[in-house]
């Protein structure tokens, strides 16, 4: 009996293992080459663009996907936003993915998003959603100046946009520029400028290093004048005076309160004019002495030496002329935006 049952375990087990072997149909999709899926671009990059995009697809949804990226917008045409590359990981593959957009062609992203697809050599599609943010600079924006009275003769000078600090060693002064309102006259009147807006706007930026550059139109206020820095009527000091140039220029930021100034023709921002700062408002303090700034300067510093003894301790231009050490506009921040007709001014 012991014996019967052990055949009978053999062939059973023999049986099932028959059963086991049978084929049976399953439910799956025929594997496809990933190559031959593939529409993933590696690289896209648009007009005014700062940075690398960001790419990324739905897991949830393999026929969608984003493009995030930052634009510089001031000076763009938001409905068409001209494709400088769209890049794939082989594209010299025959199998390599095409797309709807290529360099040269634009988007539209007057609406806050434009859309492309993306289509894989097997005929697989994917729709991307392309988005944006705006890039700006703080320093982009109109300004307007904030004239104060006067620090040495609070009760007389004129009012004025102009602190200047200077003096030899041992005896430096600070003052407006209308505080000695007689060095002035009809023709040659740093007050001349205290109407004038400056519209700073933002052009470029460098991905890497995270400069800005830009341009800068100084206009001549409703006036129609700018200031002509001429000492007693006699000794120029435009050079130094002037802070911001007239009419337009560029500038260029490498720091957060340090501009430097280009000229116009300056295209390539190669030769930087000199350097402006930026300052906050507030008590300052410049070699020994002190005064108020309402609400933000701009400034430009020159080196010495100091000693430029005029003869004569009386003789104001011991410190408007002879050792001019610091120049400080002051202004106010009065938009975010550059002009509207920022353009008209460049154009002239």
Not at 75 to 80: H, N, R, V
Not at 126 to 141: A, H, I, K, N, Q
Not at 250 to 276: F, H, M
Request: overall charge negative; aromatic content about 12%; proline content about 5%.
């Amino acid at each position: 009996m012991r014996h019967f049952f052990s055949l009978l375990a053999t062939g059973t087990a023999a049986f099932l293992s028959v059963l086991s072997c049978k084929q049976e149909p399953r439910n799956t999709e025929p594997l496809t080459d990933p190559w031959l899926r593939d529409r993933t671009p590696v690289n896209v990059r648009f007009e005014g663009q700062i940075g690398a995009a960001v790419i990324s697809d739905d897991w949830r949804n393999d026929a969608v996907g984003t493009v995030s990226v930052s634009l510089i917008t001031s000076s763009l045409d938001l409905a068409k936003v001209k494709v400088e590359a769209i890049d794939f990981k082989y594209p010299d593959s025959p199998y390599c993915p095409t797309a709807s957009i290529a360099p040269g062609s634009t988007v539209d992203l007057s609406g806050g998003s434009a859309r492309f697809t993306v289509t894989a050599y097997n005929g697989e599609k994917r729709e991307y959603t392309v988005t944006y943010t705006g890039f700006s600079d703080p320093l982009e924006g109109t300004y307007s100046f904030t004239p104060v009275g006067g620090i040495l003769d609070p009760s007389n000078a004129p009012k004025s946009a102009f602190i200047l600090v200077g003096g030899w060693d041992g005896a430096v002064v600070r003052s407006t520029v209308m505080d000695k309102w007689w060095h002035w006259g009809a023709g040659y009147k740093p007050t001349d400028e205290d109407d004038n807006l400056l519209s700073f706007r933002l052009e470029k930026a460098d991905a890497e290093t995270g400069a800005t550059f830009g341009t800068l139109v100084n206009t001549p206020g409703a006036d129609g004048l700018y200031a002509n820095y001429l000492y007693n009527n006699e000794t120029d000091e435009n050079d130094r005076y002037r802070i911001l140039p007239s009419g337009k220029s560029r500038w260029g930021k490498t720091s957060e309160d340090v501009i430097d100034i280009y000229a116009w023709e300056d295209t390539g921002y190669t030769a930087p004019l000199y350097q402006v700062h930026i300052l906050k408002g507030g008590d300052l303090t410049y070699d020994g002495v002190s005064f108020n700034v309402p609400v933000m300067a701009f400034s430009r510093s020159f080196e010495g030496p100091f000693n430029n003894d005029v003869g004569d301790w009386n003789n104001d231009a011991r410190w408007f002329v002879s050792n001019l050490r610091h120049v400080f506009w002051l202004v106010q921040k009065d938009s975010d935006q550059a002009l509207d007709n920022h353009d008209g001014f460049l154009n002239d």
